[in-house]
C-alpha cells in the first residue's frame, strides 16, 4: 500500500522539485538568425492548421524604452479553433493554453529557443467539464503544435507525462463573481480600470457565440515582462496575460492565472525583486476589479 501511495505522489515531487520541465517543453531551434527563426515558427504553425494571430514583438518594445541588452524575445500567438466558445465556456482556465503562445527566444548562449507551455497541466485539472470531442481537439492542436516546433528543432525535447498524475488540489485560475453589472458595460469599465493600473490592453478576443457571451482581455505590462522574462524565459507562454470573463447565472465572472500558485510553485528561480512584482501583478488585477466594481 506505501509503494502504491508512493507512486501515485511521485509526479508531485517531481512537480515540485523540477517544475519549469514539467510545466514548459522547449525546443532547441536549428535556424540561428532570430528573425528567420521566428518567421519559421509561424510558417511552421500554419503548415500544421494552425491560425497564428499575431506576433508580439517583445524585445522590441523592452529596448524601446531604454533596455538595449534585453535578450531576442518574440511570442507567437494563435491555435484558434472553431469549438474554442464551447471548450472555453465549460472550462474557463482552458484560456491560458486555448488560445496558445509560443515563446521564441535566444538564451544566454546565444541558441534560439521555442518554449511551450506543457497543456497536460491543465487538461489534468479541467479537461473533465468537456466532451471527449472538445478534448480531443484541444490534443490534436497541441499534437500539430509540437509536430511543427520538432520539424524545426536540432533535437526532440521529452515531454513529462501527466497519466496517473491527480489534479491540484489548488486552482490554477483565481475567479471572482460580479453581480449587478450586464456584461458588456463591466467590460467597457473592467478595461478602463486595467489600463489605469498599467495592465495595458493589447486587444480582446471575443468568443463566437450568442450566448453566454466569453471574452479575453489579452494585456501586457513590459515593466513586469521585463524582469520576470530575465529570470525565467518560458514564462512567456502565458504571454499577454489572458484576463477572461462570461456570461453565468445572470452575473459575470472574472478569472486569470493564479499568480500566488505560480509564485510558490517557481518561486525559487525568481529574485527577490522578481518575487515581489508577481504580488504586485496579482495586486494590480484584483485592484482593477474593485475598481471596476465601483468599491
Same mark, same amino acid.
Given at each position: 500500500?506505501?509503494?502504491?501511495?508512493?507512486?501515485?505522489?511521485?509526479?508531485?515531487?517531481?512537480?515540485?522539485?523540477?517544475?519549469?520541465?514539467l510545466?514548459?517543453?522547449?525546443?532547441?531551434?536549428?535556424?540561428?538568425?532570430?528573425?528567420q527563426?521566428?518567421?519559421?515558427?509561424?510558417?511552421?504553425? +500554419?503548415?500544421?492548421?494552425?491560425k497564428?494571430?499575431?506576433?508580439?514583438?517583445?524585445?522590441?518594445?523592452?529596448?524601446?524604452?531604454?533596455?538595449?541588452?534585453?535578450r531576442?524575445?518574440y511570442?507567437?500567438?494563435g491555435?484558434?479553433t472553431?469549438?474554442?466558445?464551447?471548450?472555453?465556456?465549460k472550462?474557463?482556465?482552458?484560456?491560458?493554453?486555448?488560445?496558445? *503562445?509560443?515563446?521564441?527566444y535566444?538564451?544566454?548562449?546565444?541558441?534560439?529557443?521555442?518554449?511551450v507551455?506543457?497543456?497536460r497541466?491543465?487538461?489534468?485539472?479541467?479537461?473533465?467539464?468537456?466532451?471527449?470531442?472538445?478534448?480531443?481537439?484541444?490534443?490534436?492542436?497541441?499534437?500539430?503544435l509540437r509536430h511543427?516546433?520538432?520539424s524545426? *528543432? *536540432?533535437?526532440?525535447p521529452?515531454?513529462?507525462?501527466?497519466?496517473g498524475?491527480?489534479?491540484?488540489?489548488?486552482?490554477l485560475?483565481?475567479?471572482?463573481?460580479?453581480?449587478?453589472?450586464?456584461?458588456?458595460?463591466?467590460?467597457?469599465?473592467?478595461?478602463?480600470?486595467?489600463?489605469?493600473?498599467?495592465?495595458?490592453?493589447l486587444?480582446?478576443?471575443?468568443?463566437?457565440?450568442?450566448?453566454?457571451?466569453? *471574452?479575453?482581455f489579452?494585456?501586457?505590462?513590459l515593466?513586469?515582462? +521585463?524582469?520576470?522574462?530575465?529570470?525565467?524565459?518560458?514564462?512567456?507562454?502565458?504571454a499577454?496575460?489572458?484576463?477572461?470573463?462570461y456570461?453565468?447565472?445572470?452575473?459575470?465572472?472574472? &478569472?486569470?492565472?493564479?499568480?500566488?500558485?505560480?509564485?510558490?510553485?517557481? &518561486?525559487?528561480?525568481?529574485?527577490? +525583486?522578481?518575487a515581489?512584482?508577481?504580488?504586485k501583478?496579482?495586486?494590480?488585477?484584483?485592484?482593477?476589479?474593485?475598481?471596476?466594481? &465601483? +468599491?
Open positions: 500500500m506505501k509503494k502504491l501511495l508512493f507512486l501515485l505522489l511521485l509526479p508531485l515531487f517531481t512537480f515540485a522539485l523540477d517544475p519549469i520541465q510545466m514548459y517543453i522547449t525546443y532547441e531551434l536549428k535556424e540561428k538568425d532570430f528573425k527563426a521566428v518567421e519559421g515558427v509561424r510558417k511552421g504553425m +500554419e503548415g500544421q492548421g494552425i497564428v494571430i499575431r506576433t508580439l514583438t517583445i524585445s522590441d518594445a523592452i529596448r524601446a524604452r531604454g533596455n538595449k541588452d534585453f531576442n524575445y511570442v507567437v500567438f491555435c484558434q472553431e469549438k474554442l466558445g464551447d471548450i472555453l465556456i472550462a474557463p482556465a482552458l484560456s491560458n493554453i486555448m488560445p496558445c *503562445s509560443v515563446a521564441v535566444e538564451d544566454k548562449d546565444g541558441k534560439v529557443k521555442a518554449t507551455i506543457n497543456h497541466l491543465f487538461m489534468a485539472k479541467y479537461s473533465n467539464r468537456l466532451t471527449s470531442e472538445e478534448r480531443r481537439t484541444v490534443e490534436e492542436t497541441y499534437r500539430k511543427a516546433l520538432v524545426l *528543432s *536540432s533535437k526532440t521529452k515531454m513529462r507525462k501527466m497519466k498524475m491527480p489534479a491540484f488540489k489548488e486552482e485560475v483565481y475567479e471572482e463573481v460580479i453581480e449587478g453589472q450586464d456584461f458588456d458595460t463591466f467590460k467597457t469599465i473592467f478595461k478602463t480600470s486595467l489600463d489605469g493600473v498599467n495592465m495595458n490592453i486587444d480582446m478576443l471575443d468568443v463566437k457565440r450568442e450566448s453566454p457571451k466569453f *471574452s479575453i489579452l494585456a501586457c505590462n515593466s513586469y515582462g +521585463e524582469a520576470i522574462l530575465k529570470d525565467v524565459p518560458q514564462f512567456g507562454t502565458l499577454p496575460c489572458r484576463v477572461y470573463m456570461e453565468k447565472d445572470g452575473k459575470v465572472v472574472v &478569472g486569470y492565472v493564479n499568480i500566488p500558485f505560480l509564485l510558490k510553485t517557481y &518561486g525559487k528561480h525568481l529574485s527577490k +525583486e522578481n515581489e512584482i508577481f504580488i501583478a496579482d495586486q494590480d488585477i484584483k485592484q482593477a476589479l474593485k475598481e471596476a466594481k &465601483g +468599491e
